[in-house]
């Protein structure tokens, strides 16, 4: 069995990464929080922290944080359901995960009128949307946008609609590179715009259409959305926008969709654990009832 202050000890380890931050955080001295961790790899019999600076989990650390990280979502869940919310707050705190693009077009504006009228706070994890259910798996979150269709065992998968993204590039940068049109030989020279390195949706396509891996054509990566659309309106390179971004660029001829056929287009699915606090019904019905309409907007 696992000690309460042991593995207080070593969350606020984790999370602050020395100790004499987590000592603080704990409002005990960095001696003890030394002395519990000890005790708590002696039990486990496993190295759990590396003392660096700043101090990491080892592998073994990593499945402890998980399960504690879990059993406090599990606890949350309970008092959630006993009490309404947290005794020390008037609001509902929910953790979702969610790929940047939802985040940065249809998701809020979606979510704003519940969130304000059943005082629904969200902490919001951001990963590709090919990641982002390993975070409800791992129990980080409580429910996540997910491209995965299937869900996981104890799990259920809503399908949320259609996110289209559009193949986007300056006139200037089409005239430059794509004058004779987009294939492989114009995609292996013209410069990419990529979310980052677990981008999938770019790569796949470039690879599976065109037969290009990342590696053989020059490309920038810009881990922002916003950063991501001035990288493309710029001129710096070429890439794909959802269609809630690229359309007023369209509208005033900033941005070209030159090859429509190359649309993409990215079905979503809203994935959440079988029993739901009472504020997660609401966002789950909510979402799984009007998303598509915000997303074919």
């Not at 089409?174 to 004058?179: T, V």
């Not at 790569?203 to 599976?208: A, D, F, G």
């Not at 509208?251 to 959440?272: F, G, N, S, V």
Request: hydrophobic share 40%; net charge negative; glycine share 4%.
């Amino acid at each position: 069995m696992l000690q309460s202050r042991q593995s207080e000890a070593f969350l606020a380890l984790a999370e602050c990464g020395s100790f004499e931050q987590a000592a603080d955080k704990l409002h005990i001295t960095a001696s003890a929080v030394t002395l519990r961790i000890q005790n708590l790899e002696k039990q486990l019999g496993q190295i759990l922290i590396v003392r660096d600076r700043p101090c990491r989990v080892t592998a073994a650390g990593q499945e402890l944080l998980q399960h504690l990280q879990q059993i406090q979502l599990m606890e949350q869940h309970l008092t959630q359901q006993l009490q309404g919310k947290s005794s020390d707050s008037a609001f509902y705190q929910l953790k979702i995960a969610s790929n940047a693009d939802s985040l940065a077009t249809w998701l809020l504006p979606l979510l704003k009128q519940t969130l304000i009228q059943e005082k629904i706070t969200l902490h919001f994890h951001v990963d590709d949307q090919s990641e982002t259910h390993h975070l409800l798996e791992a129990g980080l979150v409580n429910a996540c946008v997910s491209a995965e269709a299937s869900a996981m065992k104890g799990c259920v998968a809503s399908p949320l609609g259609t996110m289209h993204y559009h193949f986007c590039c300056t006139p200037e940068f089409a005239q430059q590179w794509f004058s004779h049109g987009v294939h492989r030989e114009t995609l292996r020279d013209a410069p990419a715009v990529i979310f980052n390195a677990k981008d999938q949706m770019h790569t796949e396509y470039i690879q599976r259409e065109f037969g290009l891996h990342s590696s053989q054509y020059p490309h920038f990566f810009v881990p922002s959305s916003t950063a991501f659309v001035d990288a493309i309106t710029m001129g710096l390179g070429y890439g794909w926008l959802p269609f809630h971004q690229a359309k007023l660029y369209f509208q005033d001829k900033t941005l070209l969709e030159i090859a429509p056929e190359l649309c993409i287009d990215l079905p979503l699915y809203w994935h959440h654990w079988k029993q739901q606090s009472t504020p997660l019904q609401s966002l789950t019905q909510l979402l799984t009832t009007q998303a598509r309409y915000f997303l074919n907007g």
